[in-house]
């Protein structure tokens, strides 16, 4: 490569990196030159919503509270004692009346028992009869007896009885005051004794009633757990049964509605497509610590129920004069606390803002809930859709 090309080489690499530098610079001028785009604030378009007027009027609230129905009674019956069973008369679904036979142990120790205890009752009201004569003619020979000692002392002094005479009445006397003593005491506690012996007789009389399992009442057997030759004991369970002539519907209200409730109160109660009429006979006043709900015990006829039959009970509440009411939907529930949102000014234009305000709910009406608190009748409450809005959003209504 000549000279001459070697010195052209070297300029055309000047001129390239004197380009590049150019364009770079003309890019930078470019850059720092171009105006800055500002932001544009787009105004929110109001949200869309639909307002209800809040009512005011006098209504008779009534709650409709579901359950199932159970028995007025369930008895698990049991034996007092151990024994053998001797004969099993029921059967399971049998209905039986009140002191009707059941089941029955063997009973021949407790028929002994009882044969023992009257014998000697009878024998101990024939030693008291025997006691009470003994002690007359004791106390007519004491009498005699003290009268012959007092005559021998007379007749001593004037020396014609001898000293050892008189001992001998002395001591005959003192025997007869013994014994006299001895039967007075029989006598007086003969009353105690005759009491154990009536005490122990009347326990072998319940030993052996005890024997047989009775029925407490009228009622429908549901269970029977022994049969014959079986050996009970007292804890074992013998024997279910039900009393199904009524029955009651147990169900769970809140403190507002219990507070409203009270006892003989009569409550209309559905069963299935069947309305049947019922009395509250319970009410807890202290709530449950778990559930904070009140029980209600409500009962009602049983002919044509089975337990275990869902039904439904009509709560009438005391009626609540100018009661103010909102739609259910419009009600917000955030942690403990309830709201709902009134749209203020801009009735005519169809345009407002939200003022969000706490309220207290008192009963439930269908899809209208009783509310309390900072509203009046005839303010416009949003009735629906509620979830995202906030206090002092601009809406647009209808």
Known sequence: MSNADIQAKKISSKYILILILCVISVIAVLIITTPQKKPVLREIPPTQVSLQAIEQRTIQPIEQVSGHLQPVRNSALNFELAGQVQTRHVEPGDRVNAGQLLIALQDGDQQDALSEAQAQLSQEQKAVERDRRVLKLVSENRQLQAREVARLELLGQKSLASTSLRDSASQLLLQQQREEEQLKYSVETSQSRLALKRAALRRAERNLARTTLLAPYAGVVNAVHVDAGDYVTPNKEALELLQLDQLDLIIDV????????????????????????????????????????????????????????????????????????????????????????????????????????????????????????????????????????TDGQSVVHD
Do not use: C, W, Y
Request: proline share 3%; aromatic share 2%.
């Open 254 to 389: 809140n403190g507002a509605t219990a507070a409203m409730l009270a006892l003989r109160q009569q409550v209309s109660v559905r069963t299935g497509d069947e309305q049947r009429h019922g009395e509250i006979i319970a009410l807890q006043t202290s709530p449950d610590i778990e559930t904070f709900t009140h029980a209600v015990r409500i009962r009602l006829d049983g002919d044509g129920l089975q337990t275990g039959t869902q039904a439904t009970a009509a709560l009438k509440l005391n009626a609540l004069p100018n009661a103010l009411l909102v739609p259910v939907a419009a009600i917000l529930h955030h942690n403990d606390e309830r709201f709902i949102f009134i749209a203020e000014a801009g009735a005519e234009t169809g345009t407002g803002t939200l003022r969000r305000v706490p309220v207290n709910l008192i009963v439930r009406q269908g899809q209208q809930q009783v509310v309390s608190g900072e509203i009046h009748a005839g303010e416009r409450v949003v009735a629906r859709d509620v979830a995202f809005l």
